[in-house]
């Protein structure tokens, strides 16, 4: 799985400026971003904080002050084995609280509270005890994608980086898949597992069609085209490969395609467009607006004020801990 970890010596401005010249311009940079990075770089030595930042984050924080990057899995392994007093999550609610459900003696921060995902707030613990009611025996996979009260609830999370393996090592005709709709359609066509699950969507990949698949190939003949399976199984029918964000990373680290169009988050493309200035990008763009309320002024004033820390009661913790750590002991 690719993730990446950046050392943390004290470093210049323009040492800074270096890791993002592929993708930042030298202006926006110094107008918009230098101070906070320098500032972001400093406290993390006085709070011995980390960054761990998803792949949809911006080129600034994806390559100027993380310390981590990857996908939803290499950030929960990251988040296991970090040396740190204070994690930053530059992502989402749910990625923070994975991180805390696996340091419950650190503190995890997140940039912005009310960064959410349509798929976490498509479902509730309650609505997962009717499930089971609903199908007894049946073992719950949820995504990772939810709250820690719908970890709770099941018997092992997964991502899209690790579903099928997850699935498979069940080794049952039937799970409840819960809550993303099209992940567990596009899983169930790859493993041959019934699956029983829930109306959820990513507001973000639900966006692409078909059509907007053809329309790259004409236009781009020769295009290899990656998408999320969080799409819809026909857009994922149209792709050359469907895979997480760091199955799409890797294919572009072994292939080096001449063109590539990634149907997924905006940021996806230009965090590697900034790595292989090579592949010439088609960018059908669909922007998170969860993953956006992360910037540097918020990390910055994050680990200023040691905000938003995120907590997790004990007594659902124990339980969304041991659904994620099930799935983490999935190699
Ligand atoms: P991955 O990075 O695990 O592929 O997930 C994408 C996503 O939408 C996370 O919210
Ligand atoms: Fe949620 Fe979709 Fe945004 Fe990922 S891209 S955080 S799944 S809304």
Redesign the pocket.
């Known amino acids: 799985m690719t993730q990446t970890a950046i050392p943390r010596p004290v470093i210049t401005t323009d040492a800074l400026y270096e890791r993002v010249r592929h993708a930042v311009p030298q202006v926006e940079w110094q107008a918009s971003f230098a101070d906070d990075a320098a500032a972001i770089m400093a406290l993390k030595q006085t709070r011995n904080a980390v960054v761990l930042a998803?792949?949809?984050q911006t080129p600034e924080i994806f390559h100027g002050v993380a310390d981590v990057v990857g996908?939803?899995?290499a950030l929960a392994r990251e988040a296991q084995e970090v040396d740190a007093d204070v994690i930053v999550l530059a992502g989402?609610h749910f990625m923070a609280e994975t991180a805390k459900l696996l340091n419950p003696s650190k503190t995890v921060l997140v940039p912005d509270l009310e960064a959410g995902?349509s798929l976490a707030e498509s479902i509730t613990a309650a609505d997962v005890r009717a499930l089971k009611a609903a199908h007894p025996g049946v073992p719950v996979v949820t995504y990772v994608?939810t709250s820690a009260d719908v970890k709770a609830e099941s018997d092992i999370c997964c991502?899209?980086?690790n579903a099928v393996k997850v699935i498979e090592s069940l080794g049952v005709e039937r799970v409840i898949m819960i809550p993303d709709e099209y992940l567990a359609q596009n899983i169930a066509a790859q493993t041959g597992v019934e699956v029983i699950t829930w109306p959820g969507h990513?507001e973000?990949h639900e966006r692409f069609t078909p059509a907007d698949i053809r329309t790259i190939r004409e236009e781009n003949p020769g295009v290899v085209v990656l998408a999320?399976p969080?799409c819809p199984p026909e857009v994922v029918a149209e792709a050359d490969l469907a895979g997480?964000?760091?199955q799409m990373q890797a294919y572009v680290e072994q292939r080096q395609p001449a063109t590539l169009a990634l149907i997924t988050?905006c940021s996806m493309s230009d965090n590697l467009a900034a790595l292989h200035p090579d592949v010439r990008m088609v960018r059908p763009c669909a922007m998170?607006p969860h993953m956006k309320r992360s910037t540097l002024v918020k990390i910055r004033r994050s680990l200023e004020t040691m905000t938003a820390e995120v907590t997790i009661d004990e007594s659902v913790a124990a339980r969304a801990r041991e659904a994620v750590e099930k799935m983490l002991a999935i190699r």
Do not use: Q
């Open positions: 998803h792949n949809y996908d939803s899995l989402v995902c994608n991502t899209s980086g990513c973000v999320h969080e997480s964000t760091a988050e998170c």
